[in-house]
């Protein structure tokens, strides 16, 4: 593997000189191995509180004017949250230089493993408010992570792997919160208690991950240069794509919302189907997930010619929203089990979700053949998409809270599959005859 252009001059030593010298498939592993473990980590802080029921306890939030469900409020706050820092994140990674980047991941995660002290030891709305502080640092941490792999010939195949850290991850940390409550720890301490276990595995494979060498010359003639943008290059950017991104904006808009609300309320989801009867379910309809997404998004590094990939990472996206609605109408019509609609529509959500986060942004600059950086767009489209979340879980609270959770989901899905796959067409459509 060449060196990268900008260090040319002088050959690093220890574990980057190693993979400037390895081949590119040893140097390809070694990065899906360790920004997978790290993000995998970061789920323990974020996703493990949402194994808790917190049955029938209220809460009076000021914002709303009344009570509402604590664990809808703890959701809502993290994910504000969560949201805040995408919308810091567009500019602040946009423009992080790289020897940062480490400081910045360690810093984010202790910060949120303080937060989640609070939630323990805090009552009612503290503990609102301290959630809110737990999502607000974990929201920059994709961006982070995905720093060090975007435009690289072997992009898809190392975000592919990144993205197989957050299906299963989210799976396992609330099978670890559950058996962390089953152990006696009580629903308010579970999240902080359940950090500490990933805490110390983070810490080593962010330090592997930090060894990272810089694209090398055949990275840069194969996906352009990647640099800081400053913010009249980010201006200019997304004015030269505008209805194009406008499309993929407002799909990722609900499909962020169609996933998360899957994600957080999958207990009560599964628990609706008569499948919540052990921790390991939520691993069990994730993993074959993980695998089939990962096949699928990895395999489009195949795809040489940029344009190409691009607009091929659109169907393959596209796949995803039809699958959700058809999983669901085989659901309804007693074709499948309950077990199984998770399946797909779990695969179906993310074979849809995760090339925007690793190799549709990274293709439509190569593509366009602009000087930019994936993150950037990546974080545009989740602070409009953690917005969507937002707005779904307030709806669902105000218009139709007494409905099951699994009866608004379906009703989701439906809505989810058709609006979105509109989109894809139209953004396809739009992109195909967009000439630089």
């Known amino acids: 593997m060449e060196t990268s252009p900008a260090d040319s001059k002088s050959k ?68 504000l949250g969560y949201a805040s820092s995408k919308f810091i994140g567009i500019k602040a990674l946009s423009e992080l230089k790289p020897h940062f980047r480490i400081y910045a991941l360690v810093g984010c995660i202790a910060a949120s493993e303080l937060a989640l002290v609070g939630v323990g030891a805090l ?117 030269e794509f505008a209805l194009g991104l406008t499309f993929l904006l407002v799909l990722y808009f609900f499909l962020t919302a169609y996933r998360d609300f899957r994600d957080n309320f999958a207990v009560e989801i599964l628990t ?12 069990k309809t994730e993993l074959p997930v993980a695998f089939l997404v990962m ?14 990939g691009f607009l091929g990472s659109h169907i393959l996206m596209g796949s995803g929203t039809v699958l959700i609605g058809l999983s669901t109408l085989c659901f309804d019509f007693g074709w499948i089990n309950g077990f199984y609609w998770m399946v797909l529509n779990g695969l179906g959500a993310f074979l849809a979700y995760v090339p925007f986060n690793c190799i549709l942004f990274d293709r439509l600059i190569a593509a366009m053949k602009t000087v930019a950086t994936a993150v950037f767009t990546i974080y545009v489209a989740d602070a409009l998409g953690y917005l969507g979340v937002i707005v779904v879980l307030l709806s669902q609270q105000n218009l139709v809270g007494d409905m099951p959770k699994l009866e608004f989901f379906r009703g989701l899905s439906y809505f989810t599959s058709i609006l979105c796959t509109v989109c894809f067409i139209l953004s396809g459509v739009y992109f195909a005859k967009k000439r630089r």
């Open 12 to 79: 690093s030593t220890g574990i980057t000189g190693w993979l400037e010298s390895s081949s590119l498939w040893v140097f390809t592993l070694y990065g899906i191995a360790v920004s997978f473990t790290t993000y995998f980590c970061m789920y323990g802080f974020r996703k493990a509180f949402a194994a808790a029921k917190f049955s029938d306890e209220m809460v009076t939030v000021p914002l709303l004017g009344g009570e509402i469900e604590l664990k809808a409020a703890l959701v809502m706050s993290q994910l």
């Open 272 to 283: 609706g189907l008569g499948l919540a009867e052990s921790s390991e379910i939520f691993t």
């Open 123 to 239: 009552s009612g709305f503290g503990k609102v408010v301290a959630i809110f502080f737990n999502g607000l640092p974990l929201g920059v941490v994709w961006g982070l992570v995905y720093s060090y792999l975007e435009g690289r010939r072997t992009s898809e195949a190392l975000g592919a792997g990144l993205s197989c850290s957050f299906i299963v991850a989210s799976g396992f940390a609330k099978t670890v919160g559950t058996d962390v409550m089953d152990s006696g720890v009580s629903e308010q301490w579970m999240p902080a208690i359940a950090g500490l276990y990933f805490f110390p595995v983070f810490l080593v494979a962010a330090y592997l991950l930090n060894k990272i060498p810089a694209p090398s010359r055949a990275d840069v003639e194969a996906r352009v240069q990647r640099a800081p943008m400053n913010s009249k290059e980010r201006w200019s950017f997304m004015s």
């Open 295 to 308: 096949l699928a998004v990895g395999a489009m590094f195949l795809i040489r010619d940029n344009r190409r």
